[in-house]
């Protein structure tokens, strides 16, 4: 059985007054829920002030990017040393909005997964096509060469402690999100390929998130799915109700 993941991504959004606000606003809707991983990711200036408040909660902690390096003369970047430092388990790498802004590639996410792994944060890597590229009919040659790309010489015991996001990217931030059906198909298609790059069960223990507009209205249909273990998300992660609404209804979603 694998275990729920529910991730809220804040992106640019939120002071360190309005992160403190929703942090305990979740604290007291989600107290009680058990069995699923919960997981905020804000900006990086809230990390530490934010792990203070997590210390006894079941929310844990996670960053939105890092940097492959220990230390050095890097302007601008953290480490992952760093992010554990200021409490985080969790890091989301390769994020489309980073591919599509930042130049981020293939390349520079096998790095900084490998960096993760080396300071056992638990990563969140995130793949997906654009829109152009569905309609092009290359969805699964996409997933591929990010898979691939973003994998290389990660063995078996480190590919098991993974966490992969499929995010269409066609539907983040848009309001459109892929039908229940496309997610499994697409998280299917992730899944055999993982079986194939390691063995069936590595494939059948990492755990597969969806993310593109996911909302309290969507969730549920979205978590019955087989080969859907979770969310990452986006805007409705930025306010308690509907963030709360989304980890409930998840929890609450018992798989065959
Ligand atoms: P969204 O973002 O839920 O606002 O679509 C998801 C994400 O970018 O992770």
Redesign the pocket.
Known sequence: MRKTIIAG?W?MYKTIKEGQELVNALNRELYNLQNLDIVVCPPYTLLSCLADMLTESNIALGAQDLFWEEEGAFTGEVSAQMLKDAGCQFVIIG???RRQYFAETNGSVNKKLKAALKHALTPIV?IGETLKEREANSTFKVLEGQLTGGLSGINQEEAARIVI?Y?PVW????GKTATSAQAEEAHKYIRDLLAKLYDLETAESIRLQY????KPENISELMQQPDIDGA?????SLRADSFGDIARKAAGVLKS
Request: aromatic share 0%; glycine share 24%.
């Open positions: 991504n992106k994020h489309s909005e995130c996001a995010e539907a983040i931030g848009t993310g593109g507009s996911v990452l998300v986006g805007g409705s």
